[in-house]
């Protein structure tokens, strides 16, 4: 294996790199090879989006956001390909909307979680929950190591974050009574469905916006924040992300494709 | 890492399956991550299209036979992933319409090629050209180690087949005047728009049927495959592809999308 060296012209410079960063985390012990796979499942919808931050998106951020700060006990939960993208972004976002921090894997090894808390305390984590014996609550209605969660963090959480989350642990953390985050490139993945508010965007450039839009919502009244929350329509949402890519698709097919 | 045991009622069985064939792979030395993200993102166009060989996969691939029939020095380009996924199918495809078989690699170590060479010895290639000192000639316009051609093989062949290829070698080839024949999940990446051939499906599907079909077409006369060559336009089996993918998702657009 060796890095690769992709020329600045190359046209898809940036998901290439994003890739490596996934490679780096594999490598290093954050990543299983089902991570993979489903980071490339994510590349093709943000093929299909455009590859850049869409309205519906910026929409879902500030409701995520009121909803963070309006939360009492809220929680980001990270997964191995969350950690590999976006550490230094989830621990600034944890700091400016005094959330905790919670290790929340599918496939659970206790070298994977503690590879995971370290490399986020190496980007400024002061805690990290979720890491072997603290994982000791369960969530009803998931099997095996997918239902252990910290019970100073998931477990007592109001609002969640889930980025890049599956649909099994989405509809068993609102059946829990809690507001769900999710950052999902597939609007139509269940996932994305089943949360209260879903941020169809990739996570490396939903985060970064997320930290920024902070910093300003934060001088927000309450009321302002609550209205925000009360007017957010996460179907509507879902639809529009659906919309954009049909016409991005449609306008395609109209345009001669073969290119020699 | 640990094997998945897979209901047979679940409804994404098959792609699973499919899934745990290249992480087996993966483990063998045949796959590198970075195609096990390719592949992610290829499960995600195989979703759209609806996960079975559609009529304008099905004239594509008639096309290709047809234009393998007829060439010279027709070649079939093998990466890790195709290796992993379809090596049978490959080295009976070859040996129908006799062509040679080349390991061609994105990230090429010698490890690697060696691995591929042997596998699909294992599944009764004769010769395996493209491993180490045979891949002494290169193709103009390509970088490092990704420019490296036998000169038995790609460097004199009139058609290539390249299962699962990338943009910038695919154009390549074309440039160096060949047929190029692609067979890609993503009817608008580079490699799909620049083959004069792309057969928009699964290699998994496609490849069994290809050498179902060059039985058959076998019979037929030389000019009857010059025909089907001649009349074949892929611009239009291109079109339908985006026009298939989008009435899918228009369809499901129309529901109502949060689940909770």
Same mark, same amino acid.
């Given at each position: 294996?060796?890095?690769?060296?992709?020329?600045?012209?190359?046209?898809?410079?940036?998901?290439?790199?994003?890739?490596?960063?996934?490679?780096?985390?594999?490598?290093?012990? =954050?990543?299983?090879?089902?991570? +993979?796979?489903?980071? %490339?499942? @994510? #590349?093709?919808?943000?093929?299909? &989006?455009? $590859?850049?931050?869409?309205?519906?998106?910026?929409?879902?951020?500030?409701?995520?956001?009121?909803?963070?700060?309006?939360?009492?006990?809220?929680?980001?939960?990270?997964?191995?390909?969350?950690?590999?993208?976006?550490?230094?972004?989830?621990?600034?976002?944890?700091?400016?909307?005094?959330?905790?921090?919670?290790?929340?894997?599918?496939?659970?090894?206790?070298?994977?979680?503690?590879?995971?808390?370290?490399? =986020?305390?190496?980007?400024?984590? +002061?805690?990290?929950? %979720?890491? @072997? #014996?603290?994982?000791?609550?369960? &969530?009803? $209605?998931?099997?095996?190591?997918?239902?252990?969660?910290?019970?100073?963090?998931?477990?007592?959480?109001?609002?969640?974050?889930?980025?890049?989350?599956?649909?099994?642990?989405?509809?068993?953390?609102?059946?829990?009574?809690?507001?769900?985050?999710?950052?999902?490139?597939?609007?139509?993945?269940?996932?994305?469905?089943?949360?209260?508010?879903?941020?169809?965007?990739?996570?490396?450039?939903?985060?970064?916006?997320?930290?920024?839009?902070?910093?300003?919502?934060?001088?927000?009244?309450?009321?302002?924040?609550?209205?925000?929350?009360?007017?957010?329509?996460?179907?509507?949402?879902?639809?529009?992300?659906?919309?954009?890519?049909?016409?991005?698709?449609?306008?395609?097919?109209?345009?001669?494709?073969?290119?020699?």
């Amino acid at each position: 294996m060796f890095t690769l060296w992709i020329p600045p012209s190359h046209p898809r410079r940036e998901s290439l790199l994003i890739r490596e960063r996934l490679v780096e985390g594999f490598k290093r012990g =954050l990543v299983v090879p089902e991570g +993979l796979i489903a980071h %490339g499942r @994510g #590349e093709c919808f943000d093929y299909l &989006i455009g $590859e850049s931050t869409q309205p519906f998106a910026h929409r879902a951020i500030e409701a995520a956001i009121a909803a963070l700060l309006l939360a009492k006990h809220p929680v980001i939960s990270v997964n191995g390909n969350t950690a590999a993208l976006v550490p230094g972004e989830i621990v600034e976002l944890a700091r400016e909307v005094n959330a905790k921090i919670e290790v929340n894997l599918f496939y659970r090894t206790r070298e994977r979680e503690e590879a995971i808390a370290k490399w =986020l305390r190496e980007h400024g984590a +002061l805690e990290v929950l %979720g890491v @072997g #014996e603290d994982a000791s609550a369960t &969530i009803p $209605e998931l099997f095996s190591e997918r239902r252990r969660v910290s019970p100073r963090g998931i477990l007592i959480a109001d609002v969640v974050l889930v980025p890049l989350e599956d649909g099994d642990r989405t509809e068993a953390l609102r059946k829990m009574g809690k507001t769900v985050i999710a950052i999902d490139l597939n609007p139509l993945s269940r996932t994305a469905r089943a949360a209260n508010i879903t941020i169809v965007d990739n996570v490396v450039r939903a985060l970064p916006l997320m930290v920024e839009r902070t910093r300003e919502m934060k001088k927000a009244s309450k009321s302002d924040l609550e209205h925000i929350l009360r007017s957010y329509d996460n179907n509507k949402v879902l639809q529009e992300a659906l919309r954009h890519i049909l016409s991005r698709l449609s306008e395609l097919s109209q345009t001669k494709l073969t290119l020699l």
